[in-house]
């Protein structure tokens, strides 16, 4: 009766090895790159610029290595508008060996909406390696990829990028009302 | 029935008839005529075409008002996020019609509510089904909507997404619907339509997305736009040489139209506010005035030719918008009668201008600290540093941003001064009141390089703001009669919201989630509720089986919370929310 004992244990293991090895799905990086607002700075493409809120980084140009995006995650970036997404990030010197009683208000990273989980850390910044960097300018594929095709927001890729992401757009199903604008006229012409 | 009443009911019958026939129970465009002198309905978005917000209702009052409690409150929907929101929120003003509300969230459904025998029953919910990621990547400042017009048998309204939607009163079912703004190009949708004639007139949000702005008018009957008037001039026509760069930056230079306008039926004129210029911080990648934006634009409301404009802050480097809504009053100014269109603009100073010819006629700060100028011609009006022979203005240099000093602080900030939520006037005591964001932030400009094809639905602003310094707010009172101030409440928060004037109070809300009454002439808070969310909206009120409510819609949303958050810190912890607070005597 060892026998089956042993093959439960070993698919026991098995399990256990899976979850705790496998590599984090693309789709739980790119659910927490939009849950965590990471798009809100970021944009879709992780282009970021500037605009209203002052300027996020552009990841697609990142220089850093997967590690040193899960510290920046982490860890915020002192004196910019870049969150730090462990709560406990300036409790023990782990980031930057920085304290929170040495730090200003001017120098501390903003605190994010909520706070994330080390697994989704390392979701998302295994996404952000695999999708966004060094990934060149975005395309219409890459655009339906993150938001799906239940949307206008990548027709202006379409209309712009290969042919390959304009036939992707022409065969997308979607339900999206496609409304065209019919503008009278500028009022003011020919004085 | 007199022979008076006679030729009246015959009047009506004629207005009627000419609309189709309307039901007994259908907004006709003579009732939105005399929206003023209705004061148990709502009808229109500034309460009436001069924008007064004001309610001649007297059943609660400075008296009574210690009394007032929560009557009935309505959970809403549309706090879901969308492109670059996390959430969206509520800006809307409700509107009343014989004890029937209508009310919008940020993306565009509209509630259909019964407020008859003291309750709040849901009739029926339009959802436009907006596209969130379409519109919410182009729109700058939130997930809004400011509400909803009525006609006939129709209720009119926006989607952020660029549609205007006809939805059957009685079904809630969408009978008609156009595209008039192009998300592809950054524009989109937050402005309340206004029902003018047989017609119904949409602004446009997308100046920092590079949009050319445009004001435009749908015909009621055949659907069709009747016209269109952009706000900054093509090459040839009128001010097209207030533009005076060799790039063609008065292809992308901005000017919306975000905020709901007025119309003087006496003289056909519509009163629009235009936007900043585009890019907003970069004023030397667009050398000269810049019309028509940072302008009040007077057209004539049939074709929507530029009858005269009045520019605030030509060649704008502050994002000073003057979107703001245009209050006409008619009113002795020392004196002497007057027609008079009041604008108070992003710029911290509010304007009276002669409504019929665009001169001005007196102007102040209405906020405590203004850096940028040393205040107004007396005779023009134009900020006193204003230079016609300069390409680019610098006012005053030392805060000015420029490429050359590109990280400055500004007073006001440049959320304002006053920004889209809605002033009041007391037409009794001649007196208006301001909702004040009291504030100075910093620029930092990020110069936009003119050799670059600007990028489609891309943030083109030439730089950005912080916030290293507190924003507070205030009511500020100002007498028309002499364009003085003559009263300041201030409050612990920025004015996010809106006013209200009844003939002895003035309500707001802040964006804690306090809703306040204070008195008219002393501005002493007479009473206060606070609703647990933020409040964004502006109060009204209405009377239903002949009783005085106040309404007002609660959940923050809007610009604050993601741009602007760090001058109100504890503001941080205030949830998204959507809810509907009504409120009575008794």
């Known amino acids: 009766m060892a026998f089956p004992a042993m093959m439960l244990l070993g698919a026991f293991l098995l399990l256990n090895s899976v979850s705790a090895w496998a590599e984090p799905s693309a789709d739980e990086g790119l659910h927490v790159f939009k849950s965590a607002n990471c798009v809100g700075c970021h944009k879709w493409s992780g282009e970021g610029g500037g605009g209203y809120g002052g300027a996020a ?10 590690d040193q995006i899960e510290h920046t995650i982490r860890c915020g970036r002192p004196a910019t508008g870049m ?11 782990r980031c930057y060996g920085l304290k929170k009683a040495q730090m200003s208000a001017a120098t501390m990273p903003p605190e994010p909406d909520h706070y994330l989980r080390p697994a989704d850390i ?40 290969d042919s ?12 999206h009302q496609h409304l065209k604008i019919e503008s009278a006229p500028d009022a003011n012409a020919g004085k | 029935m007199s022979r008076k009443m006679y030729a009246a009911a015959a009047i009506v019958a004629l207005l009627v008839g000419s609309h189709g026939g309307w039901a007994a129970d259908d907004v006709t465009a003579n009732q939105l005529l005399k929206a003023d002198s209705d004061p ?136 008609w619907q156009r595209q008039v703004a192009d998300p592809d190009k950054g524009e989109v949708v937050t402005a309340a339509p206004l029902v003018v004639k047989n017609m119904v007139i949409t602004g446009v949000s997308g100046a920092e997305y590079g949009i050319r702005g445009w004001i435009a008018a749908t015909d009621l009957t055949t659907h069709k736009e009747v016209w269109r008037t952009y706000t900054i001039p093509a090459k040839g026509e009128p001010g097209a040489n207030t533009w005076k760069d060799n790039h063609d930056a008065m292809a992308n230079g901005g000017g919306s139209t975000w905020v709901t306008g007025s119309y003087d039926p006496s003289s056909n004129t519509l009163f629009w506010g235009v936007g900043n210029p585009g890019p907003d911080w970069d004023s030397q990648y667009r050398p000269g005035d810049n019309l028509y934006t940072d302008s009040t634009l007077a057209l004539d409301v049939d074709t929507g030719k530029i009858k005269w404009h009045y520019q605030h802050t030509p060649n704008d480097d502050f994002d000073y918008d003057s979107v703001a809504e245009n209050v006409l009053v008619d009113a002795p100014v020392h004196g002497q009668p007057m027609h008079l269109d009041l604008e108070a603009d992003r710029n911290g100073f509010a304007y009276a201008v002669n409504r019929d010819n665009g001169q001005f006629v007196w102007g102040l700060p209405f906020v ?39 990280v400055t602080m500004i007073c006001p900030g440049n959320m304002g001064g006053k920004n889209w939520p809605p002033t009041a006037y007391n037409p009794q005591d001649k007196i208006w009141y301001i909702p004040v964001i009291e504030s100075c932030n910093r620029i930092t400009v990020k110069p936009e390089d003119p050799s670059k094809p600007i990028k489609k639905r891309e943030f083109f602003t030439g730089g950005g703001p912080t916030q290293p310094e507190r924003i507070t ?90 741009w602007f958050i760090d001058g109100t810190p504890e503001l941080k912890r205030i949830q998204p929310g959507s809810m509907l607070y009504v409120f009575s005597l008794n």
């Not at chain 2, 006193?384 to 050359?404: G, M, W």
């Open chain 1, 122 to 161: 390392d979701a998302v910044a295994k996404y952000v390696v695999s999708h966004i960097k060094g990934k060149g300018p975005p395309t219409f594929a890459q655009c339906q990829a993150f938001f799906g095709d239940g949307t206008r927001a990548c027709d202006v890729y379409e209309k712009t990028s």
């Open chain 2, 368 to 406: 405590k600290k203004v850096t940028w100028t040393k205040g107004l011609d007396p005779e023009t009006g134009r900020p006193a540093e204003y230079d016609p022979k300069l390409d680019v203005q610098k006012y005053n240099a030392a805060v000015t941003p420029s490429r050359e000093h590109p």
């Open chain 1, 164 to 175: 390959s992401g304009a036939q992707a757009g022409a065969s997308a199903g979607s339900a």
């Open chain 1, 57 to 66: 980084a552009n990841l697609r140009r990142t220089a850093l290595s997967l």
């Open chain 2, 40 to 175: 148990g309905n709502w009808l229109t978005h500034h309460k009436d075409y001069s924008a007064h917000r004001f309610s001649s209702l007297s059943q609660i009052t400075k008296d009574n008002v210690k009394n007032l409690h929560v009557a009935w409150t309505l959970q809403l929907g549309g706090v879901e996020g969308g492109g670059i929101w996390s959430h969206g929120g509520l800006e809307g003003t409700p509107i009343v019609e014989n004890g029937y509300m209508y009310v919008t969230d940020g993306w565009g459904s509209v509630y259909k509510i019964d407020t008859h025998h003291g309750e709040g029953k849901l009739l029926w919910k339009m959802d436009p089904k907006t596209d969130h990621d379409w519109a919410g990547a182009v729109a700058c400042c939130g997930v809004d909507n400011r509400g909803v017009a009525l006609i006939g048998d129709l209720v009119l309204s926006h989607s952020l997404d660029g549609r205007l939607i006809a939805t059957n009163k009685d079904t809630g079912q969408i009978a």
């Open chain 2, 473 to 562: 707010g205030s009511v500020t009172a100002i007498d028309v009669t002499t364009g003085k101030e003559v009263g300041k409440h201030e409050t612990p928060y920025p004015m996010l919201g809106g006013l209200l004037a009844t003939p002895d109070m003035v309500f707001y809300g802040q964006p804690d989630g306090k809703v306040a009454a204070l008195d008219a002439k002393s501005l002493k808070e007479l009473w206060s509720f606070n609703t647990g969310a933020g409040v964004n909206a502006p109060p009204m009120t209405f009377t239903s089986d002949g009783k005085q409510y106040i309404a007002i819609l609660v959940g923050q949303g809007g610009a604050w919370d993601k």
């Open chain 1, 83 to 93: 969150p730090h997404f462990d709560p406990d990030a300036y409790s023990d010197g």
